[in-house]
C-alpha cells in the first residue's frame, strides 16, 4: 500500500453477506460488544431473496417452519400471508428484521467481495471490495450461501441476442411484462419450473428448452388469514421443536416404514395421500428407504410418472417430461402449481435439447439442431455454480498465500463445515459440507456455534482459531461416507457438484452434509463441550 492511503478501517469481524445467516450473524455478534461490518454485494439485505425476483419465486418450506425463531417479539409481530410465501413477501420480512434490530448501519452494500487474504503476523483478515475499499479484521465469516453463484449456459451466441435477456438470479428490480411476448425459458430445475407455470400465464407463447426432465411433485400452496396465523403463532414453539427433531428441519420427516413392509394396497393410499398434501411430504415424509433402495424408488418413481402421464394430455410430451436416467428424490424435488397442466396450453411448446441440441443464440433467438426459434424474451433459469462456487469467486487466501480455490480443487476439505486447516480466524456460515435442508434452521445453529466459539475466543484474548489438519481430515471422511449409499449421489447435480458451465465441475463430489441435522448438532455441541477438539486455540 503506498504512503498516502489510508489505513483501513479496523474491525473485530467482518461477515460476507446481508442474508439470512449474516443479519443474524450481525446480530449476535453486536451483542457481544463487538465493532461489525457486513459486506453486501446487493443494494439492499435478502440474499437469496434480494437476487432471485424471477416471476413465480416462492417458498417451497412453510413460511412459518422457514422464518427465525430467535425472537419470540419478532415471531409476535410478523404475519405470514401465504403457506408458502412468494419471494416479494420474504424480501419484506427480511427487511422487516433488519429495520427491527436496526442492522443496517453496519452494513455495507454494494460492496462485492474481491479478495480476502489472511495476514500472518497480525492474525488478521485483509478484505478488499472490488469498488477497492480495504478493512481489516480479527475474523472473517462468509454468509454467501450456497447458491448464490449464478451460472449462464455456455453456448455460443448467448452475448449476440437483441432481444432482452435475464439469468433468474439477477432479475431486474422493474416489473417485467411477457404480455404477447415469445419467451424462452432454458432450464427446468426448481427454478425454471416456478419461472415457466408463471410465465405460461401470460406470454403470447412459451417455449421451454429442456436438458434434463425433474421429477416435480404439487406444491398447494394457499393463503393464511388472520384466524389461521393466530393459531400458527400458537403453535410455533411445537413447529421449532419438530423442525429441531426431523432429519432435515423441515416439519417433515422420513416414515419409519419400509417400502415393502406394507402391502401394494396401503402404499398406493399413502402416497395419493402425499400427492396431495402440500409441500416436502412427498421427498421428505416418505417411506425411509425410498433414496437408498433402488427397488423402492423405481416404485415411487412408477407412482409419479403416472401422474404426469394422466396430468399432460400429449403422451409424447409426457413421456418427455419424465426422467429416465435419475429416480424420484435423487435431485431436489421442484414443487410446482399446475406446472405439468402449462403443457396443455397453446401457448406452451416444449423442446426436448436432449434430442436437439441448442446450437447457438442468434440475434434474433435460438438455434437448435432442427430448428430456428425467434424470442422477444430469453430466460436463463440455468441455476448455480453451488455450494463452492461463492467461494470461488472470491479470491480467499489463508497461511502463506494459498488460495482456498487451489485447496478445494478436488472437492472442499472442512471441520464441521465451518471451518478449514491453514485459514485461521475464517468460519463459513452454511458452507461445504452442512447440512442444507430447511435451511434457515441450520443457519440458526450455525450462527450460534460460531457465535460460542469468538465469544469464547475474545473472553481468553486468544488471537487464533483454526482447525487441526487431523479435525479436518476425519470430517470430511466423515462427510464422504455419509454419502455412500445413496442414490442421490449417483446422479449429476448441484447436489453433487456438477456444473456443465464451469470448468474443472464435471466430476461429482460429495459437498453438503447427508447425515440428520440432530446428528450435526450432537457433534459441533460435543466439540464445544470439550473445548472445541480437532482445533487450535492460541
Ligand atoms: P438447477 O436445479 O441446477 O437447474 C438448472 C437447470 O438448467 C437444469 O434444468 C439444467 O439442466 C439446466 N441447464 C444448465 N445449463 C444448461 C445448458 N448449458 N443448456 C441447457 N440447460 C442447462 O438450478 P435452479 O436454479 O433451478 O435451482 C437451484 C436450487 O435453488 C434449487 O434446487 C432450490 O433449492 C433453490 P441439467 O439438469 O443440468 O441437464
Given at each position: 500500500?503506498?504512503?498516502?492511503?489510508?489505513?483501513?478501517?479496523?474491525?473485530?469481524?467482518?461477515?460476507?453477506?446481508?442474508?439470512?445467516?449474516?443479519?443474524?450473524?450481525?446480530?449476535?455478534?453486536?451483542?457481544?460488544?463487538?465493532?461489525?461490518?457486513?459486506?453486501?454485494?446487493?443494494?439492499?439485505?435478502?440474499?437469496?431473496?434480494?437476487?432471485?425476483?424471477?416471476?413465480?419465486?416462492?417458498?417451497?418450506?412453510?413460511?412459518?417452519?422457514?422464518?427465525?425463531?430467535?425472537?419470540?417479539?419478532?415471531?409476535?409481530?410478523?404475519?405470514?400471508?401465504?403457506?408458502?410465501?412468494?419471494?416479494?413477501?420474504?424480501?419484506?420480512?427480511?427487511?422487516?428484521?433488519?429495520?427491527?434490530?436496526?442492522?443496517?448501519?453496519?452494513?455495507?452494500?454494494?460492496?462485492?467481495?474481491?479478495?480476502?487474504?489472511?495476514?500472518?503476523?497480525?492474525?488478521?483478515?485483509?478484505?478488499?471490495?472490488?469498488?477497492?475499499?480495504?478493512?481489516?479484521?480479527?475474523?472473517?465469516?462468509?454468509?454467501?450461501?450456497?447458491?448464490?453463484?449464478?451460472?449462464?449456459?455456455?453456448?455460443?451466441?448467448?452475448?449476440?441476442?437483441?432481444?432482452?435477456s435475464f439469468h433468474t438470479a439477477r432479475w431486474p428490480h422493474e416489473a417485467v411484462s411477457f404480455e404477447g411476448k415469445r419467451v424462452a425459458v432454458i432450464g427446468t430445475g426448481a427454478t425454471g419450473v416456478q419461472t415457466i407455470q408463471e410465465v405460461a400465464k401470460t406470454a403470447g407463447h412459451l417455449t421451454v428448452?429442456?436438458?434434463?426432465?425433474?421429477?416435480?411433485?404439487?406444491?398447494?400452496?394457499?393463503?393464511?388469514?388472520?384466524?389461521?396465523?393466530?393459531?400458527?403463532?400458537?403453535?410455533?414453539?411445537?413447529?421449532?421443536?419438530?423442525?429441531?427433531?426431523?432429519?432435515?428441519?423441515?416439519?417433515?420427516?422420513?416414515?419409519?416404514?419400509?417400502?415393502?413392509?406394507?402391502?401394494?394396497?396401503?402404499?398406493?393410499?399413502?402416497?395419493?395421500?402425499?400427492?396431495?398434501?402440500?409441500?416436502?411430504?412427498?421427498?421428505?415424509?416418505?417411506f425411509r428407504d425410498m433414496l437408498t433402495d433402488r427397488a423402492a424408488n423405481a416404485l415411487i418413481s412408477d407412482f409419479v410418472a403416472r401422474k404426469i402421464r394422466q396430468r399432460v394430455k400429449d403422451p409424447a410430451v409426457a413421456e418427455k417430461l419424465i426422467p429416465k436416467n435419475h429416480g424420484f428424490g435423487t435431485?431436489?424435488?421442484?414443487?410446482?402449481?399446475?406446472?405439468?397442466?402449462?403443457?396443455?396450453?397453446?401457448?406452451?411448446?416444449?423442446?426436448?435439447?436432449?434430442?436437439?441440441?441448442?446450437?447457438?443464440?442468434?440475434?434474433?433467438?435460438?438455434?437448435?439442431?432442427?430448428?430456428?426459434?425467434?424470442?422477444?424474451?430469453?430466460?436463463?433459469?440455468?441455476?448455480?455454480?453451488?455450494?463452492?462456487?461463492?467461494?470461488?469467486?472470491?479470491d480467499i487466501r489463508g497461511v502463506g498465500g494459498q488460495r482456498l480455490k487451489d485447496r478445494w480443487k478436488a472437492g472442499p476439505e472442512t471441520y464441521l463445515g465451518v471451518l478449514v486447516d491453514g485459514f485461521p480466524n475464517m468460519m463459513m456460515l452454511i458452507g461445504p459440507h452442512m447440512a442444507l435442508g430447511n435451511?434457515?434452521?441450520?443457519?440458526?445453529?450455525?450462527?450460534?456455534?460460531?457465535?460460542?466459539?469468538?465469544?469464547?475466543?475474545?473472553?481468553?484474548?486468544?488471537?487464533?482459531?483454526?482447525?487441526?489438519?487431523?479435525?479436518?481430515?476425519?470430517?470430511?471422511?466423515?462427510?464422504?461416507?455419509?454419502?455412500?449409499?445413496?442414490?442421490?449421489?449417483?446422479?449429476?447435480?448441484?447436489?453433487?457438484?456438477?456444473?456443465?458451465?464451469?470448468?474443472?465441475?464435471?466430476?461429482?463430489?460429495?459437498?453438503?452434509?447427508?447425515?440428520?441435522?440432530?446428528?450435526?448438532?450432537?457433534?459441533?455441541?460435543?466439540?464445544?463441550?470439550?473445548?472445541?477438539?480437532?482445533?487450535?486455540?492460541?
Amino acid at each position: 500500500m503506498a504512503d498516502t492511503e489510508p489505513a483501513p478501517a479496523r474491525y473485530d469481524a467482518i461477515v460476507i453477506g446481508a442474508g439470512i445467516s449474516g443479519l443474524y450473524q450481525l446480530h449476535r455478534l453486536r451483542a457481544l460488544g463487538m465493532r461489525v461490518l457486513v459486506l453486501e454485494a446487493g443494494t439492499g439485505v435478502g440474499g437469496t431473496w434480494y437476487w432471485n425476483r424471477y416471476p413465480g419465486a416462492r417458498f417451497d418450506s412453510e413460511s412459518y417452519s422457514y422464518g427465525y425463531s430467535f425472537s419470540p417479539e419478532l415471531l409476535a409481530e410478523w404475519d405470514w400471508t401465504e403457506h408458502f410465501a412468494p419471494q416479494p413477501e420474504t424480501l419484506r420480512y427480511l427487511n422487516f428484521v433488519a429495520d427491527k434490530f436496526d442492522l443496517r448501519r453496519d452494513i455495507r452494500f454494494s460492496s462485492r467481495v474481491a479478495a480476502a487474504h489472511y495476514q500472518d503476523t497480525a492474525r488478521e483478515w485483509a478484505v478488499t471490495t472490488e469498488d477497492g475499499a480495504s478493512f481489516r479484521a480479527r475474523f472473517l465469516i462468509t454468509a454467501i450461501g450456497p447458491l448464490s453463484a449464478p451460472t449462464m449456459p455456455r453456448i455460443a451466441g448467448v452475448e449476440s441476442f437483441t432481444g432482452q435477456s435475464f439469468h433468474t438470479a439477477r432479475w431486474p428490480h422493474e416489473a417485467v411484462s411477457f404480455e404477447g411476448k415469445r419467451v424462452a425459458v432454458i432450464g427446468t430445475g426448481a427454478t425454471g419450473v416456478q419461472t415457466i407455470q408463471e410465465v405460461a400465464k401470460t406470454a403470447g407463447h412459451l417455449t421451454v428448452f429442456q436438458r434434463t426432465p425433474n421429477w416435480c411433485a404439487p406444491l398447494l400452496n394457499s393463503k393464511i388469514d388472520a384466524a389461521e396465523m393466530a393459531k400458527i403463532r400458537a403453535g410455533y414453539p411445537e413447529i421449532f421443536r419438530r423442525c429441531q427433531e426431523t432429519f432435515a428441519c423441515f416439519v417433515h420427516t422420513m416414515d419409519p416404514r419400509g417400502t415393502f413392509e406394507v402391502s401394494a394396497e396401503e402404499r398406493e393410499a399413502f402416497w395419493e395421500k402425499l400427492y396431495a398434501s402440500p409441500g416436502f411430504g412427498i421427498w421428505q415424509g416418505n417411506f425411509r428407504d425410498m433414496l437408498t433402495d433402488r427397488a423402492a424408488n423405481a416404485l415411487i418413481s412408477d407412482f409419479v410418472a403416472r401422474k404426469i402421464r394422466q396430468r399432460v394430455k400429449d403422451p409424447a410430451v409426457a413421456e418427455k417430461l419424465i426422467p429416465k436416467n435419475h429416480g424420484f428424490g435423487t435431485r431436489r424435488v421442484p414443487l410446482e402449481t399446475r406446472y405439468y397442466e402449462a403443457y396443455n396450453q397453446d401457448n406452451v411448446t416444449l423442446v426436448d435439447i436432449s434430442e436437439t441440441p441448442i446450437e447457438r443464440i442468434t440475434p434474433t433467438g435460438i438455434k437448435t439442431s432442427d430448428a430456428a426459434y425467434e424470442f422477444d424474451i430469453i430466460i436463463y433459469a440455468t441455476g448455480f455454480d453451488a455450494v463452492t462456487g461463492s467461494f470461488d469467486r472470491i479470491d480467499i487466501r489463508g497461511v502463506g498465500g494459498q488460495r482456498l480455490k487451489d485447496r478445494w480443487k478436488a472437492g472442499p476439505e472442512t471441520y464441521l463445515g465451518v471451518l478449514v486447516d491453514g485459514f485461521p480466524n475464517m468460519m463459513m456460515l452454511i458452507g461445504p459440507h452442512m447440512a442444507l435442508g430447511n435451511i434457515p434452521r441450520s443457519i440458526e445453529y450455525n450462527v450460534d456455534w460460531v457465535t460460542d466459539l469468538v465469544r469464547h475466543a475474545r473472553a481468553r484474548d486468544l488471537t487464533l482459531v483454526e482447525a487441526t489438519r487431523a479435525g479436518v481430515t476425519e470430517w470430511t471422511d466423515h462427510v464422504k461416507s455419509l454419502g455412500v449409499g445413496l442414490l442421490s449421489n449417483e446422479i449429476n447435480s448441484w447436489m453433487t457438484g456438477v456444473n456443465s458451465n464451469v470448468d474443472g465441475k464435471q466430476v461429482r463430489i460429495v459437498n453438503r452434509y447427508s447425515g440428520s441435522a440432530p446428528a450435526y448438532r450432537a457433534r459441533c455441541d460435543e466439540v464445544a463441550a470439550k473445548g472445541y477438539e480437532g482445533m487450535v486455540l492460541a
